[in-house]
């Protein structure tokens, strides 16, 4: 039984609203796309004509971390289908309530202890991350930092003095990341502001930029952010975050040409998720999807232990024997490398047989 069955008064309160948000479908319009993106469950599951019995769990669920899916997502996760790997990845679910087992944490990589100033994260030689921003412009059920204090520590005006300070007294950093959150949910402005600033210390070469905004909501590749990716002095890298092979559709692919033309350096790291991406045609598929869109498969992330993402949880063994089997069919450029982020190393951790 849907949830109009169970809801029919509360449909006919709300189908004004639905259908004036369905509309932002067609628009060019990439920050209106952004805030009327859906952030009910009840809007959520009737769409895509689910069962009203998903409700409760995900009402709760989506009390502890909100639900936002943009509707050019949206129209990508099969209708009917509880079980469609899109859906899976923004579906708040009653697993998520259950008590996390053992290893599982609020900051599962130690970004806290490892930032020596609020909003700059050091834990590699070379390079530092900055948390641009909270905001983003989907939320991932198993995001590592659904629990972090954004408010505290992004690098925001306030303490962004203190990270170009940082940053200018070590001749080391050649390379700055920008993270969120999403970097490209910043303005066209907010983003010429700080890439200039980062521009003018002299021994930084790279700027790379991790967004998953060219994915999900491709209408954010626009004319203004195309000129300033194409205005910036530092050779610039773009990690994409795709999962799946069905998240790259006509628009998607129209947006990933238009940076590929630019010369941007185009990767994808992907998070193995049970249920999602854990069979090996789906990660063929993807391999082939990506590379087919101009972009190269870089790294498949065992997940990070975050509370209330257990469930998504693939073992070392499994993912072994995934990227084995794939590795058998797939040119070696389109093998993706298996990796864990482990607080303290020196670099992410390459997953091997020979590490069991």
Known sequence: MLLFRYFGEYKSMKSDMITRIAGTWQTEDWQKSLAESIRDPVILLEQLQLPGSLLPAASKAASLFPLRVPWSYLRRIEKGNPADPLLLQVLPLH?????????FSDDP????????????IHKYTGRVLLITTGACAIHCRYCFRRHFPYGDSSSTPPNLPQILDYIRAD????????????PFSLSNHRLQLLGQQLADIPHLKRLRIHSRLPIVLPERIDTGLLNWLSSLPLQTI????????????????HALSRLSQLGVTLLN??????????????LSDLSRGLFSAGILPYYLHQLDKVKAAHHF????????????????????????????????????????ANLL
């Open 313 to 352: 949880e693939v073992s070392d063994q499994d993912a072994i024997g995934l990227i084995q089997t794939i590795s058998h069919s797939l040119p070696g450029y389109l093998v993706p490398k298996l990796v864990r982020d482990i607080p303290g190393n020196a670099s992410k951790q390459l997953i091997q």
């Open 171 to 182: 001749d080391r950093i050649e390379e700055v990341i920008l993270s969120g959150g999403d």
């Open 238 to 253: 773009l990690v994409t975050h795709c999962n799946h092979a069905r998240e790259i559709d006509e628009p998607v692919r």
């Open 109 to 120: 990589v130690a970004d806290l202890d490892a930032s020596p100033v609020p909003g700059l």
């Open 269 to 282: 790291q992907s998070v193995l998720l049970k249920g999602v991406n854990d069979t090996p045609e789906t």
């Open 95 to 103: 697993r998520e309530l259950d008590t996390p087992p053992e290893g």
